[in-house]
């Protein structure tokens, strides 16, 4: 199987449909699991890497964007963290402070945890390629560097050296990296470079297999932005409501008697509360979206900035969108409801 993410390591509802292809399909005679992006959550690096090692086929992790020509160094950790690792060709490993996301707060058992087991499989792998064991700290929030010096027969992968190292990792946990997948690759690190996905499944000499292709992406990214575009939408309703109840009550103030028939009222009533119940209806659908992304609740509610905010503060402030809004619908609505009746 041939398992293409498409995007970044952001969202707990993609790593859970990586880890259903990875554990609940199969079995298969290989899986390539294909990364590419460059920004990532800890904690779905863990998880994807402890689903590789746990998947009931033989899984690659394989790094590859032929787009971007990089990917970024948390899926890299995904890749060395795994039974296997490979890297494309002309590849990038590349990792900047802003690349790391925060997703919702881990206890700090699950945090010892996971750092743990992915600084574990790292010193298998150093071992194993005849590197320093404890090089593997560099997830562990040490300030560890990784540096790519010659070797007799092949460059060596050290802790020490000249220049810039290719890898670093700094004291409140971020990892910095520039370095060539070939490097990454001379070392041992990671098999390859392959030119592509199909290429890496050839030298593996299955024969003529059948190979399942499926693609998955992140929905984080669309799931925000529609619910800020159904936010935007109930206020835009709201105001629309606003104006057609001040234009009947303007006819009814302009006639003689001041009175309009009562099928002016049930007309305008009707249209009302059919907009409303829409934009109820609306959030309802989007604030399910909050349950399969809960990283929503860790980005700023509209109108509020990121200063002297607390995962619980920015969880209230989203909150407060919703039930301002339905209150505000009820209200408007009361109104509509009155005058069908009338």
Partial sequence: MHLSVAGDLDSSELVTRIERQLLDTGPHALVVLELGGTRYRLDLVWRVASAARRSPSPVVVFLNDGRARSVGVGQAVVAMASPRGAIGRRMRIVGEPSDRIEGPPAEPEKRERMVRELSGDLWVRLRDIGSEPGLSRIVAGDEVGWWIEPGEERPRLVGA??????????????????????????????????????????????????????????????SHRRVLEALDAADRTMDRVRAAIGEVQDRRRSRRRGVLPDSAYRRAGLEIVGELEAARAELDAVELLFEAHPELLVRPAPRSTRIGLTPAIMASDWRAEFTSRRSAIDSLERTGREWMER
Avoid: F, Y
């Fill in 161 to 222: 050296g000249e220049g810039p190292p290719a890898m670093r990792s700094t004291s409140d946990g971020q990892l910095i990296a520039d370095l060539s997948g070939d490097d990454l690759a001379s070392v041992g690190m990671l098999e390859g470079p392959h030119a592509d996905a199909r290429a890496l499944i050839a030298s593996e000499g299955l024969g003529r297999v059948r190979i399942e292709r499926v693609r998955l992406e992140s929905k984080l990214e669309d």
